[in-house]
């Protein structure tokens, strides 16, 4: 389970992307809800959610609703998680030290916070739960402005949970 829960206030950070720019949290909200997915690149469970993340940000993301990776790992390796698993929205690193996902109290990865413009978390996710990720599409769907499309395609065999 995740130690910021939804309801509770997202805390705020600053990271370097890949693409060595700079990304505020703070700054991100002004603009719309963020999606933010704490991952590390050897974890099984982040590389088969990833993609249904992708897919997620594919349907949503953009304008209203930014979509942010938090890897644990360097910007290299995180380029080629990114490459290797078709992730194209935005990819950050966190710092030495780990403080964004210390502030997020995180004991396991895959944690997903869905954090509305006003900062508060809307919904958060620890591992692979496939109610959880459609919980969180449903809110993405709301977030982007757009209507709600299913993220499990027919005929996808997708557990129920995959724990990270």
């Not at 982040?46 to 360097?74: H, I, N």
């Not at 449903?138 to 065999?157: D, H, K, N, S």
Request: aromatic residues 12%; negative net charge.
């Amino acid at each position: 389970m995740s130690a910021i829960p939804a309801g509770a206030s997202a805390p705020q950070f600053e990271l370097t992307g890949i693409d060595d720019g700079r990304y505020s949290l703070q700054e991100a909200l002004r603009e719309g809800s963020v999606l933010v997915a704490f991952f590390k690149i050897s974890c099984p469970t982040c590389q088969f959610t990833f993609p249904f993340l992708e897919r997620m940000y594919k349907t949503f993301g953009g304008g209203k609703l930014k979509f942010w990776a938090v890897s644990q790992d360097d910007a290299r390796d995180t380029r080629d998680f990114c490459a290797e698993y078709g992730v194209t929205f935005t990819a950050l690193t966190d710092e030495d030290g780990y403080p964004a996902s210390n502030a997020y109290g995180l004991t396991n990865v895959p944690s997903i916070f869905l954090i509305g413009r006003e900062g508060g978390v809307q919904a958060s996710s620890v591992g692979f739960s496939r109610g959880d990720l459609e919980a969180i599409n449903e809110l993405a769907a709301q977030a982007g402005g757009r209507a709600a499309r299913p993220l499990f395609r027919p005929g996808e065999v997708i557990p129920e949970t995959r724990h990270g």
